[in-house]
């Protein structure tokens, strides 16, 4: 028979001899109430009962992922991202709080503008940047991703956390729509391909296919977004874009001969470049 603290002693013992030390306490109780549905304080008051064969069966599946590195947040189904739920799974990258930046940052320069803007969220994933966008600021937002899979979830997490209809858009960054946006944001793909083979083994559970920004220096893709932007955005309009805090001041760089101004790098919650934006000159000159 095995009690609820036992299970929880004995799955800490050995998430922390897979390497997942930093973790491991909260990692057994989250798998024990996705199992059972006790929470933090069922837990501890009922500390001493007993589980029963299917909940220790369901445990042990659950564990066992766990312990190969598969990341919480694929096997809870979910992942809080500013303050709100998204449905995630191996279909999309998951959110991190450090993307965060990227929200405040839009935030910021639509701060006292008369009405809501358009935006539109390429590389989406799972929608979350351009779902909190939708909410915050009442903006009329178009969510945009290559992977038809991405885009199935984008569509579930939008039914759920929005009440205002959304423009699906399937294709590369900017080649599906004509049209013009006070907003282009956007967390491509912008690791090198040696910086994908030395990610952890979290990360190794998440596709590619979102983090690989191709080019030898990862910026790939973002050169050609910076390149697209200029023809999709109104005259003052923005581009926010999420990088590398190695690559920061070569996305300034990019964006400033590329006809934009007041261009800004934006630090994380680790106080790293993390967020590059500028905003669209109206002429050329």
Not at 3 to 15: P, R
Not at 102 to 131: R, T, Y
Not at 140 to 159: F, G, I, W, Y
Request: charged share 25%; aromatic share 6%; with cysteine.
């Amino acid at each position: 028979m095995t009690t609820i603290q036992a299970w929880k002693v004995e799955t800490a013992a050995l998430l922390k001899e897979a390497g997942l030390a930093s973790t491991a306490d909260l990692d057994a109780r989250l798998l024990l109430q996705m199992a059972t549905g006790y929470d933090q304080a069922k837990q501890i008051l009922l500390y001493d009962r007993v589980l029963t064969d299917a909940q220790l069966h369901k445990l042990s599946s659950i564990r066992e992922d766990r312990l190969r590195h598969k990341p919480m947040a694929y096997i809870l189904g979910c992942k809080e991202f500013y303050g709100r739920n998204f449905l995630v799974d191996e279909r999309t990258l998951i959110p991190r709080p450090d993307t965060e930046t990227l929200i405040e940052a839009v935030i910021a320069f639509s701060k006292g503008k008369q009405q809501p803007p358009s935006i539109i969220d390429l590389c989406c994933g799972s929608g979350c940047i351009g779902i909190t966008l939708a909410l915050e600021l009442d903006a009329n937002v178009t969510l945009s991703d290559l992977s038809e899979d991405a885009l199935s979830l984008a569509r579930e997490n939008a039914k759920r956390l929005l009440s205002k209809p959304v423009t699906f858009l399937q294709g590369d960054l900017l080649s599906p729509t004509d049209k013009i946006y006070d907003i282009i944001v956007s967390n491509p793909p912008y690791l090198t391909a040696a910086w994908c083979d030395e990610v952890s083994n979290e990360v190794r559970w998440e596709p590619r296919l979102a983090l690989e920004g191709f080019s030898e220096d990862g910026l790939g893709l973002i050169r050609k977004l910076v390149k697209e932007s200029g023809n999709h955005l109104c005259c003052g309009g923005a581009l926010f874009l999420e990088c590398d805090y190695r690559q920061a001041k070569d996305v300034a760089e990019l964006l400033s001969s590329h006809r934009f101004t007041d261009v800004c790098i934006e630090r994380d919650l680790s106080d790293r470049d993390r967020v590059v934006w500028g905003v669209l000159a109206c002429t050329n000159s």
